[in-house]
């Protein structure tokens, strides 16, 4: 990677793990990001399928993510807080409450070119794409996301299992 704007983002997201408010220190990185997206976007590398992995260490994980149009994924948490910051697009995250073994559809809010959204380490949420085009976010997850074990939900079913891509990738969905 170059010494360009991702590469001090990641840096940026690295020294915010030992803030004294990391998620707001993250925010406030990926706000120089979203305030000025064309820099970002000059360096995103071309990558396969929905995830690039920018960056990954045990105390933060820097993703693109690019969220196939017309799509919803199901929900599922993360384990840790996260901070999505979007470039280009829109995704609507769907906030599900747990009750018990089941969760509740709360809230859908949308987040579109230069807006972020955060989430606590407990939260549940679907991501979907209404659009026609893709959409682009970085997404900051202040820890190991792709080692943590995480939940998955099966709408259909309301079954709660063990998050595996696959699983996830199996149950992606057309939005409404």
Not at 22 to 27: D, E, H, M
Not at 37 to 66: N, Q, T
Not at 160 to 168: E, K, R, T, W
Request: net charge negative; charged share 25%.
């Amino acid at each position: 990677m170059t010494d360009g704007v991702l590469k001090r983002l990641i840096e940026a997201c690295r020294e915010a793990t030992s803030a004294a408010d990391p998620t707001q220190a993250v925010r406030d990185a990926l706000s120089m990001a979203v305030a000025r997206p064309d820099g970002v976007l000059a360096e995103v590398p071309e990558f396969e399928g929905e995830d690039c992995i920018l960056h990954r260490e045990s105390a933060v994980s820097v993703f693109l993510v690019r969220q196939t149009p017309n799509t919803a994924g199901p929900p599922h948490d993360h384990g840790m807080p996260a901070v999505i910051a979007m470039l280009e697009g829109v995704e609507i995250h769907r906030h599900f409450r747990r009750d018990g073994d089941e969760i509740v559809l709360e809230r859908e809010e949308t987040v579109g070119p230069g807006q972020m959204l955060s989430l606590g380490p407990d939260d549940v949420h679907a991501i979907a794409n209404p659009d026609d085009t893709a959409s682009l976010g970085v997404h900051v997850y202040l820890g190991d996301i792709v080692g943590r074990e995480r939940t998955l939900w099966d709408l259909r079913s309301g079954a709660a299992m063990a998050f595996s891509v696959g699983d996830y990738d199996r149950m992606v969905t057309s939005w409404r």
